[in-house]
């Protein structure tokens, strides 16, 4: 008989390790559910960043193609815009007086040998760069703009 109250005893004790056992499984199982509860809900929130982000990536994709689009029409509008556009070089400073479009439209009939009819109309003509202050220089370009295509 005591021989089975020794084992009971002894069972006992083991059980009640096991109860400390199984109450301290239950709390880290409880830790471990929050854990879990709270990477659920990070994870949540980035698929939420991250469909934000692929819309915003779409629009950015489509706006890039907005953008080449308008640099290729841009490009096309300044060739455009340049195809009237003559280069002069050689004339010195200050050669054509006050009144260049005057001295252009006598001067470069005379420098080609062409008679034009209608004669030659410029929008604006004008020097490029800095004037240089010491005057030795090589002198600066014309850029005149004829008024008409078909006279360039």
Same mark, same amino acid.
Request: proline share 4%.
């Given at each position: ?65 907005? !953008? ?8 096309? !509008? ?41 004669? !030659? ?32």
């Amino acid at each position: 008989m005591d021989r089975i109250l020794h084992e009971i005893t002894a069972v006992s004790h083991r059980i009640e390790g096991m109860d400390a056992s199984i109450s301290s499984l239950t709390l880290e199982t409880k830790s471990m559910h929050s854990e879990i509860a709270g990477f659920q809900s990070r994870v949540t929130g980035l698929e939420h960043r991250m469909g934000t982000l692929e819309s915003h990536m779409t629009t950015v994709q489509d706006r890039d193609q907005d !953008l080449l689009y308008l640099h290729s029409k841009i490009t096309d !509008l300044q060739d455009r815009s340049q195809r009237d556009n003559v280069r002069l070089f050689g004339f010195l400073e200050n050669e054509e007086g006050t009144d260049f479009q005057a001295f252009l439209s006598s001067v470069l009939p005379k420098l080609t040998s062409l008679t034009f009819d209608p004669p !030659l109309e410029f929008q604006r003509a004008h020097r490029v760069g800095r004037k240089h202050p010491d005057g030795a220089s090589r002198p600066r370009p014309i850029i005149a703009c004829l008024l008409r295509h078909g006279q360039a």
